[in-house]
């Protein structure tokens, strides 16, 4: 059973950081396309970062335009997480954020299609105060 397990949410301030983690199991995940997407309170989900396997130890990353420079997307292969580093937080980032995987992969706003990943995680809240 294909299962993605966020953590690394919470509270903070505008301007601190947080780095979400996000663990797959039932299947083998390392040329996945990793994604990670956010629903706010009455919006839409939106696309957050992606990155997409490109060939041994080679991975192209994507960003929304609003968390680029502030947000990176990293995969850890040895401890099998895909992590999100959101840095300079702001409260317009508070979200439900999910990860999500799919066995394609993407480029530019390709990557964006939130139908064409197959496997979401339950989500873990951020919340940023002002």
């Known amino acids: 059973q294909v299962q993605l397990v966020e953590s690394g949410g919470g509270l903070v301030q505008a301007g601190d950081s947080l780095r979400l983690s996000c663990t797959p199991s039932?299947?083998?995940?390392?040329?996945?396309?990793m994604g990670w997407f956010r629903q706010a309170p009455g919006k839409e989900r939106e696309f957050v970062a992606a990155i997409s396997w490109r060939g041994v130890n080679t991975y192209y990353a994507y960003y929304a335009d609003s968390v680029k420079g502030r947000f990176t997307i990293s995969r850890d292969n040895a401890k099998n997480t895909v992590n999100l580093q959101m840095n300079s937080l702001k409260p317009e980032d508070t979200a439900v954020y999910y990860c999500?995987?799919?066995?394609?992969?993407?480029?530019?706003?390709?990557?964006?299609?939130?139908?064409?990943?197959?496997?979401w995680g339950q989500g873990t809240q951020v919340t940023v105060s002002s």
């Open positions: 999500a995987a799919d066995r394609d992969g993407c480029s530019g706003a390709g990557c964006v299609y939130s139908p064409k990943y197959e496997a």
């Open positions: 039932g299947r083998t995940f390392s040329r996945d396309t």
